[in-house]
C-alpha cells in the first residue's frame, strides 16, 4: 500500500470514476484501465489485472466491481461507496434522458444506423482491452493458457460462463499454487 499521501483521496476517487462513467458509456472497461493504470496511475498493470480478475469472479457488473474494490483498497468503505457513486450518478441521469429520447426516436431509420455503429465501436473497444488484459500476462504463460483455454470455451464452444468458471477457476489456482512454488 502506498504511504497515506500518494493514496487518492475520497473526492478523488469519486471524481476519478465519475469521470470514468460519463466517457465510458458501453464500454467502460477499456476505458477503466487507461484511468486507473495509465492516467491516474492508481495501480499498475499486473495489479490491475489481478483486482479485474477478482471483480469479474464476483456477481454484478466487472467495472462496478472495480470501483468498489479500488475505493476500498484505498480508503476502505468511503472509498467504495465514493467510487460505486462517482461512477453511477452521471450514466444513471444520462441513461433517463436517453430513454426519453429513445422513447420518442426509435422509429427513425436514422436511430437505428446510429446504434449499428455504436455497436462497432464498442466491439473494437473490446478487442483493445482484451490485448491490454493479456500484455501482462505474457509473462506467465500457465495464466495466459487459462484465460485462452476460458475465451475460447465461452466465445467459440458456447459453454455458460459459471460452469466454466467453476471448472477454470480451482486449476487456474492449483497451476498459479504450482507455479509459485
Same mark, same amino acid.
Given at each position: 500500500? /502506498?504511504?497515506?499521501?500518494?493514496?487518492?483521496?475520497?473526492?478523488?476517487?469519486?471524481?476519478?470514476?465519475?469521470?470514468?462513467?460519463?466517457?465510458?458509456?458501453?464500454?467502460?472497461? /477499456?476505458?477503466? !484501465?487507461?484511468?486507473?493504470?495509465?492516467?491516474?496511475?492508481?495501480?499498475?498493470?499486473?495489479?490491475?489485472?489481478?483486482?479485474?480478475?477478482?471483480?469479474?469472479?464476483?456477481?454484478?457488473?466487472?467495472?462496478?466491481?472495480?470501483? *468498489?474494490?479500488?475505493?476500498?483498497?484505498?480508503?476502505?468503505?468511503?472509498?467504495?461507496?465514493?467510487?460505486?457513486?462517482?461512477?453511477?450518478? +452521471? /450514466?444513471?441521469?444520462?441513461?433517463? +434522458?436517453?430513454g426519453v429520447i429513445y422513447q !420518442?426516436?426509435?422509429?427513425? /431509420?436514422? *436511430?437505428?444506423?446510429?446504434?449499428?455503429?455504436?455497436?462497432?465501436?464498442?466491439? +473494437?473497444?473490446?478487442?483493445?482491452?482484451?490485448?491490454?488484459?493479456?500484455?501482462?500476462?505474457?509473462?506467465?504463460?500457465?495464466?495466459?493458457?487459462?484465460?485462452?483455454?476460458?475465451?475460447?470455451?465461452?466465445?467459440?464452444?458456447?459453454?455458460?460462463?459459471?460452469?466454466?468458471?467453476?471448472?477454470?477457476?480451482?486449476?487456474?489456482?492449483?497451476?498459479?499454487?504450482?507455479?509459485?512454488?
Open positions: 500500500m /502506498p504511504p497515506d499521501s500518494a493514496r487518492p483521496t475520497i473526492p478523488e476517487l469519486f471524481l476519478g470514476f465519475l469521470t470514468l462513467g460519463l466517457t465510458a458509456f458501453g464500454g467502460a472497461l /477499456p476505458l477503466a !484501465r487507461r484511468e486507473i493504470v495509465e492516467r491516474r496511475k492508481w495501480l499498475d498493470a499486473e495489479a490491475f489485472t489481478d483486482l479485474l480478475g477478482l471483480c469479474q469472479f464476483l456477481p454484478g457488473g466487472n467495472v462496478i466491481n472495480l470501483s *468498489v474494490a479500488v475505493g476500498m483498497r484505498f480508503r476502505g468503505v468511503p472509498g467504495a461507496l465514493a467510487g460505486l457513486l462517482g461512477l453511477l450518478v +452521471g /450514466p444513471s441521469l444520462i441513461v433517463i +434522458g436517453l !420518442r426516436t426509435h422509429q427513425d /431509420p436514422r *436511430v437505428a444506423h446510429l446504434f449499428a455503429g455504436l455497436a462497432a465501436a464498442a466491439a +473494437g473497444l473490446l478487442i483493445a482491452m482484451a490485448v491490454k488484459l493479456l500484455w501482462p500476462l505474457r509473462k506467465k504463460p500457465e495464466a495466459a493458457a487459462v484465460a485462452l483455454v476460458m475465451f475460447a470455451g465461452i466465445a467459440l464452444l458456447r459453454t455458460p460462463l459459471l460452469p466454466s468458471m467453476l471448472v477454470l477457476t480451482p486449476i487456474s489456482v492449483l497451476i498459479a499454487w504450482k507455479v509459485r512454488r
